[in-house]
């Protein structure tokens, strides 16, 4: 397996260019199943997860051609030949259970291997299928699938109340909800700018939905729904990363396509802790305001709270500020596995269930470390940017899930960073 090494090289100086949203490519791209018209998305990242959404929706006979180096991803669902998603693809990445809604919604029946958890938790899709069972569907688990059945006529509109807020349950409701008869409301829906994005893409594909980005969703059932070419949104969590790189070992970094929108409470905690963010024409611009961060409480929410995805990240930086803070994750109930791994570097972090207290060091070590999940991965290059000497980061397959191009990326503002390829 593949390994990175980064050796703490001093401050970073140039642009990184920020790719398309994997997490909004993800739901855009079953959205294709709605339709027996094109599909096609810009802007889309090259990571290893749209591969592997790519190869579920070709196992059910869409057509998936990935064009200019797969920054474009050309879909059609015209001819599809099954409504099966099987488990040997599914366990590999949970986002896959995002085409259980469409399917349902277009052809009124689907069956879906259950995702199975992951490192950072249980995961369960209970939400997903309660709001469906509110549009009229019949579910039946068996054999760790799902068996989905719409009623006759197809899908009813209804309301859908979310007892806490899922991005994914709020995403499988929005697709499934375009097609069925009459109207449907997504009460306490997810706000996440993903969510917007899936709703524009929709809404050129003739979906009729209002709310998006609050709460409540409402959205107008119609008979059929045709193609459209839609931009993938910026990624905010690739772009929030990179932003602590030039945070966490100084200098000034441009992060082409970046907007503060996207990441608003994340930009507040990083202005607390001592780093400006100034919006230029072509992005974000991040300097750390003096000599060493300091340190700032941070707590998980859903958009627009601080993003669960970048609180390793986040924890990586606040190794090294000056004071103690305290990291509260509030989605996941088991995502501080970075923690022993920042441990080994000399971190001084004590974690107690979903809450961890970080006290800064002045200088991180270099250390052979391992990656545990997505998330977990980058944190640790992030480290390894700011401590001394090398750290070898390994498991880097984790990372593929959601960076593009990493060490072309860090290394194009000054970072010592490779990939080896492994034993
Ligand atoms: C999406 O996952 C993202 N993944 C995650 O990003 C992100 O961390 C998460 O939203 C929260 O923002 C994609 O978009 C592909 P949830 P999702 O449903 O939809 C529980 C990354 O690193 N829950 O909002 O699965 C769930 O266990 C990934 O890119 C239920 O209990 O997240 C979690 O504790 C990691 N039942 C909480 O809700 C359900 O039916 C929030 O999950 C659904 C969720």
């Known amino acids: 397996m593949d390994q990175i090494i980064v050796t703490g090289n001093g401050p970073l100086s140039g642009q990184i260019p920020i790719a398309g949203a994997k997490n909004a490519c993800l739901t855009l791209m079953p959205a294709t199943l709605l339709s027996d018209e094109p599909l096609t998305l810009t802007n889309a990242p090259r990571l290893s997860d749209i591969r592997t959404m790519t190869t579920l929706l070709q196992s059910l006979g869409a057509e998936v051609q990935a064009l200019q180096d797969g920054q474009v991803l050309a879909m059609s669902s015209h001819d599809l030949t099954s409504t099966r998603a099987d488990y040997d693809i599914v366990r590999k990445m949970r986002a896959s259970i995002l085409v259980l809604g469409p399917l349902l919604a277009r052809f009124g029946h689907a069956e879906v291997s259950l995702p199975g958890g992951c490192a950072i938790g ?120 990179y932003m602590l790189a030039p945070a966490i070992c100084g200098g000034e970094v441009e992060c082409l396509g970046g907007k503060i929108d996207l990441l608003a409470a994340f930009c507040e905690k990083l202005d607390a802790a001592g780093v400006s963010v100034e919006e230029t024409p072509n992005g974000l611009k991040v300097a750390r305001k003096n000599g060493r961060v300091s340190a700032v409480d941070v707590t998980t929410e859903p958009f627009p709270g601080f993003p669960t995805d970048l609180q390793a990240q986040m924890m990586a930086l606040l190794c090294t500020a000056e004071g103690t803070s305290v990291l509260e994750e509030k989605i996941f109930e088991n995502r501080f596995m970075h923690a022993p791994e920042l441990v080994r570097m000399g971190a001084k972090i004590d974690v107690h269930g979903g809450t961890a207290k970080v006290t800064g060091v002045n200088r991180l070590r270099g250390a052979p470390v391992m990656a545990t999940d997505l998330r977990a991965s980058v944190s640790l290059i992030l480290a390894g940017l700011a401590a001394e000497g090398e750290t070898i980061v390994s498991r880097v397959y984790h990372l593929d899930r959601g960076y593009e191009h990493v060490v072309r990326k860090l290394s194009g503002v000054g970072a010592k960073i490779e990939r080896v390829s492994g034993q």
Not at 122 to 133: I, M, N, Q
Not at 140 to 165: M, N, Q, S
Not at 216 to 224: A, C, N, P, S
């Open 122 to 241: 249980a995961r369960p899709v209970d939400l997903h299928l309660k709001a469906f069972e509110a549009m009229g569907a019949e579910l039946d688990l068996r054999d760790g699938y799902v068996h989905a059945k719409a009623p006759a006529g197809g899908l009813k509109g209804g309301i859908v109340e979310f007892p806490f807020v899922s991005v994914g349950a709020t995403e499988n409701a929005l697709m499934a909800a375009t097609l069925a008869k009459g109207t449907t409301v997504l009460k306490n829906a997810a706000r996440e700018p993903e969510i917007v994005d899936l709703a524009e893409c929709l809404r050129r594909m003739g979906a009729q939905i209002e709310g998006e980005g609050t709460s409540e969703i409402t959205i107008q059932g119609v008979d059929r729904l045709g193609g459209a070419t839609h931009r993938v949104v910026t990624d905010r969590i690739e772009l929030g990363t």
